[in-house]
C-alpha cells in the first residue's frame, strides 16, 4: 500500500553535471506524470507517460531534459549539464488513468551549485 | 492557454474565523477545477474536486464551488483550525482529459490560537 516514492530526496549537485531523479509510481497506476516547482510557485507541467509511451512532453524547458518510463513503471527524470536555474522542487505523481486523482511524491530538492 | 490565480498570501486568521482563498482560471472548453494541499513536510494532497459547472466540491469542512459565469473556484471554510494551516493550490485540467493539471502559485494559510 505504499504511496508514491522519489527518490534522492535531496541533491546537490555542481553546475554541468547530469542528474538523474526517479519516481516510483503506485503498484498498477497506468498514468505518471512529472512537474517541477519553483519555491514559493505552484508546480509547472512537464511531462507525462502512459504505460512506457511518453504521450506530451511539451513542458520540458529545453533539450537538456529528458524523461522516460521504460517498463511502464519506474521513471527517470534526467537533467544533463545542470544549471543554476534548474534547481527546484521536482514532483512525480502517478494515476490510473485519465482524469482519475493524481497522487504525489514527497518530491526530489535539487540545488544546483 | 490555459491558467490559473490565486490569491496572494500568506493569510494569517485566528483561530475558529472564516476563511475565503480566491481562485480564478481561464480555460477553454470545460475544465474540472482542483483544490491541493501541503501540510508542512508533506507532499500534496488532493482536498476536493469539481468537474462541471455549479458543483460544489467538498471535504474536511472546505468548500468550493464551481462557477462558469465567474470562471471562479473560491476555496471556503467556516471555521479554521490551527491543523489547518498549509499551502493551498488551486488547479485546473482542461477538458482534453490528458490529466495534466496547471496549478496556481499557492496560497499560505496560518492559523493562530
Known amino acids: 500500500g505504499a504511496g508514491v516514492s522519489q527518490s534522492p530526496r535531496y541533491k546537490v549537485t555542481k553546475r554541468g553535471q547530469d542528474v538523474a531523479l526517479r519516481c516510483d509510481p503506485i503498484?498498477?497506476?497506468?498514468?505518471l506524470y512529472w512537474y517541477r516547482q519553483a519555491l514559493g510557485q505552484g508546480p509547472e507541467f512537464l511531462t507525462y507517460?502512459?504505460?512506457?509511451?511518453?504521450?506530451?512532453k511539451s513542458g520540458l524547458p529545453n533539450d537538456r531534459f529528458s524523461a522516460e518510463r521504460p517498463e511502464g513503471s519506474i521513471s527517470t527524470l534526467t537533467i544533463q549539464r545542470t544549471e543554476q536555474r534548474d534547481s527546484a522542487m521536482y514532483r512525480c505523481?502517478?494515476?490510473?488513468?485519465?482524469?482519475?486523482?493524481?497522487?504525489f511524491g514527497p518530491g526530489t530538492r535539487l540545488t544546483v551549485l | 492557454g490555459n491558467s490559473v490565480t490565486q490569491m496572494e498570501g500568506p493569510v494569517t486568521l485566528s483561530e475558529e474565523a472564516f476563511l475565503t482563498i480566491n481562485c480564478t482560471y481561464t480555460?477553454?472548453?470545460?475544465?474540472?477545477l482542483f483544490w491541493y494541499v501541503q501540510y508542512p513536510g508533506e507532499g500534496l494532497q488532493l482536498l476536493l474536486k469539481?468537474?462541471?459547472?455549479?458543483d460544489k466540491g467538498s471535504n474536511k469542512g472546505f468548500e468550493a464551488t464551481y462557477r462558469k459565469e465567474t470562471t471562479s473556484f473560491h476555496l471556503e471554510k467556516g471555521s479554521v483550525q490551527v491543523s489547518d494551516s498549509a499551502v493551498y493550490f488551486c488547479?485546473?485540467?482542461?477538458?482534453?482529459?490528458?490529466?495534466?493539471?496547471?496549478f496556481g502559485q499557492g496560497t499560505t494559510l496560518q492559523v493562530k490560537p
Open positions: 507517460f502512459n504505460y512506457e509511451a511518453q504521450q506530451d
Open positions: 480555460a477553454t472548453g470545460y475544465p474540472s
Open positions: 503498484s498498477g497506476h497506468v498514468s
Open positions: 488547479a485546473l485540467r482542461g477538458s482534453s482529459n490528458t490529466g495534466k493539471l496547471i
Open positions: 505523481a502517478s494515476s490510473s488513468g485519465g482524469p482519475n486523482e493524481q497522487f
Open positions: 469539481a468537474t462541471k459547472a455549479d
